[in-house]
């Protein structure tokens, strides 16, 4: 009886048993064993699924283990194989399986280790006060698409085991998507013919439509870094020789025209003759694909962020008063009657970098949302966002707030045509950082590193375009 108490006791401390210790037990019961290998933290039973990290492929066929139903099963489930009593086997019969059993181990503890952070909100004390899930996932699919393009840097084709991992584990994601659903009413007939109608399931909408798209624009991208895996240019690090025994040093190459100077990026090299004419067109082609990609994820990202809520914090947040956000000069240009003009607006402050853009558009926009609200306060008392958003179609248009309101946005949508690549305003880094909505977070997330992967390919290869018309300019 001790010893069998002994042998619960172990089993519930989640103990494996050694191959020793099974040898030297090998007349206990097959009931015994199995209830060992259901302590173990990979043996629970698990829907096998291509999207699943966790789940392990097993045989239906194999007899190893007793198919006895076990107690800590469910009645009518077959009792779990012990992958680690399988692995130990293999091992034993193909010792050249060692290391790659072992980096599935690996790659499957880091799996298990960053969705343990998503569950809990990232908050590791796990006293609850960790972020929304929503923004959990956010910033997982944010921290992975860092993780495996931080350090790709050139127009090569992406390694083989990073790009087994971006898609794995954004396939896991984006699996959260499966199980988002709306549901809709629909007409079912019963046996006796009769028409009822009963509410049915189906993928919500914005998920519908938009990830299939982004899933079309990641394969894209990957297509376009896989046609350069045989280029006639290469790279050279600073200050060192170029790696492809071809003669020149790195002085001697025209650096590329890029915004502001990122000495980490490699520099481009092409051969003294400069590129030839197939290789700068497929090189022209590509940069046009990457180039649609980038349009559409950007469109994709600046539509997902119209839809989100504005948190309720950013609208307490905004000064009472407009004219105090833009300042006096912007403020009775926009009030000057019918002759506003936002590109001359724009001309006469002169931005001179996207950092005075970016903060300008700050100011523009918290102009606008206040204007709307002191518009809408006119006749509501309460002032929060829902009720701006209920009440704008019972404004008057010729109210002087909702007029400057108007102009307020056509000068944010002229500065962001004049600036494509702006940054996030602070009003969209507070959506997302607000944001509930798990699906419009991982649409957002999905598009947003999309957006940054293809905007990288175009400057790669403008950078490369740019040193091939340097160096046969210099050749002339």
Known sequence: MDSAGNSD????????????????????????????????GYSFCRTNSDVSAFSEPTDDNSSTFSETPSP????????????VLSKLVMQQQNPAADDETETEDLELDMMKERFSK???????????????????????????????FGHHLRLEPLHPDKKLMWKREMNCFLSIC?????????????????????????????????LPALRKLDALLLEVLDSFEETEFWYAEQGSMSGKSRSGSFRRIPAPQRKEEKWWLPVPCVPSGGLSEKSRKHLRHKRDCANQIHKAAKALNNSILAEMEIPDSYMASLPKSGKAIVGDAVYRYMCNGEKFTPDLLLNCLNLGS?????????????????????????????????????????????????????????????????????????????????????????????????????????AWIEDVLFVDKTTRNQDQ
């Not at 006791?9 to 060992?36: H, I, K, M, R, V």
């Not at 800590?72 to 992958?83: A, F, H, R």
């Not at 991982?442 to 992967?453: A, D, K, N, P, Q």
Request: charged share 25%.
């Open 9 to 40: 006791e172990t089993c519930d401390l989640g103990y494996q048993p050694s191959q020793s210790s099974l040898d030297q037990n090998d007349q206990s019961s097959s009931t015994e064993a199995t209830s060992f290998s259901l302590q173990s």
């Open 72 to 83: 800590l099963c469910w009645p009518g489930m077959k009792s779990p194989k012990t992958p």
């Open 118 to 148: 998503l569950l809990l909100g990232q908050d590791m004390s796990g006293s609850g006060k960790g972020v929304s899930t929503a923004v959990a996932v956010s910033n997982s699919i944010t921290n992975l698409y860092a993780s495996i």
């Open 178 to 210: 499966d199980h988002i659903v709306e549901f809709v009413p629909a007409l079912h007939d019963l046996q006796d013919g009769t028409a009822v109608e009963v509410m049915t399931s189906r993928p919500r909408s914005d998920i519908s439509v938009n």
């Open 354 to 458: 996207e950092h005075e853009a970016l903060e300008f558009a700050d100011k523009i926009e918290a102009s606008m949302y206040t204007w709307r609200r002191k518009a809408c306060s006119m006749t509501h008392s309460k002032s929060s966002w829902d009720l701006v958003k209920d009440f704008m179609s019972d404004i008057d248009r010729t109210d002087k707030n909702h007029i400057l309101a108007e102009r307020a946005e056509s000068l944010l949508f002229c500065l962001k045509q004049r600036y494509p690549e702006l940054s996030q305003t602070s009003l969209d880094a507070s959506k997302i950082q607000h944001n509930r909505d798990v699906g419009k977070a991982i649409l957002e997330s999905y598009s947003r590193v999309l957006e940054g992967l293809a905007f990288n390919v175009v």
